[in-house]
T-cell receptor, first 115, second 111 residues
Framework: DGGITQSPKYLFRKEGQNVTLSCEQN?????MYWYRQDPGQGLRLIYY???????QKGDIAEGYSVSREKKESFPLTVTSAQKNPTAFYLC??????????????FGPGTRLTVL | QKEVEQDPGPLSVPEGAIVSLNCTYS??????FMWYRQYSRKGPELLMY????GNKEDGRFTAQVDKSSKYISLFIRDSQPSDSATYLC???????????FGTGTSLTVIP
């Protein structure tokens, strides 16, 4: 089955710790994204990557870092610099191709709680 | 002004009702329009996708795009309790890979 997997489903972090959220896709999509979802605020873009070894900051990149060493994988690190990291994190991917239509597919999400 | 505006609801309807969900947007460059359904504590799933203006129907769901008014709609006919979820609209321009989302509308269908 093709799809996007995220792990872990639930993650607890102590203040001052860095944590890494995993995202893997087997859809052969070039583009991958990380969003943060908070109640009443919808989805806010953290980082996105259109191709391996390249990524761009989204609207709320401060306190987060990413890497894109493989097409299938786009891990997100929540650093201690992120002041309010408790949220639901969603990874997504889409095909890439300029004017061709794109649909974005989401993983099941990781719920991060800071203790 | 946000790129995409969506009434958060909540919206509560009886089973069998027709539901209308809407989004407005400000960027005339948006060409691709999507509706997602998100159940509680789950990732969004793509429901409908349309390109540019017009209507698209899929079973009980109809998506409409009016680019002249910068307004998109999702209609759900014969609503079912299983339709209870948050519905997110999303859109993007012809260039670039960044998607813009509404805040989502919470829908409850009462049996």
């Amino acid at each position: 089955d093709g799809g996007i997997t995220q792990s872990p489903k639930y993650l607890f972090r102590k203040e001052g710790q860095n944590v890494t959220l995993s995202c893997e896709q087997n859809l052969n999509h070039d583009a991958m994204y990380w969003y943060r979802q908070d109640p009443g605020q919808g989805l806010r873009l953290i980082y996105y990557s259109q191709i391996v070894n390249d990524f761009q900051k989204g609207d709320i990149a401060e306190g987060y870092s990413v890497s894109r060493e493989k097409k299938e994988s786009f891990p997100l690190t929540v650093t201690s610099a992120q002041k309010n990291p408790t949220a639901f994190y969603l990874c997504a991917s889409s095909a890439s191709g300029g004017s061709s239509y794109n649909e974005q597919f989401f993983g099941p999400g990781t719920r991060l709680t800071v203790l | 002004q946000k790129e995409v505006e969506q009434d958060p609801g909540p919206l509560s309807v009886p089973e069998g009702a027709i539901v209308s969900l809407n989004c407005t947007y400000s960027n005339s460059a948006f060409q691709y329009f999507m509706w997602y359904r998100q159940y509680s504590r789950k990732g969004p799933e793509l429901l409908m996708y349309t390109y540019s203006s017009g209507n698209k129907e899929d079973g009980r769901f109809t998506a409409q795009v009016d680019k002249s008014s910068k307004y998109i709609s999702l209609f759900i006919r014969d609503s079912q309790p299983s339709d209870s979820a948050t519905y997110l609209c999303a859109m993007r321009a012809n260039t670039g890979n960044q998607f813009y989302f509404g805040t989502g509308t919470s829908l409850t269908v009462i049996p």
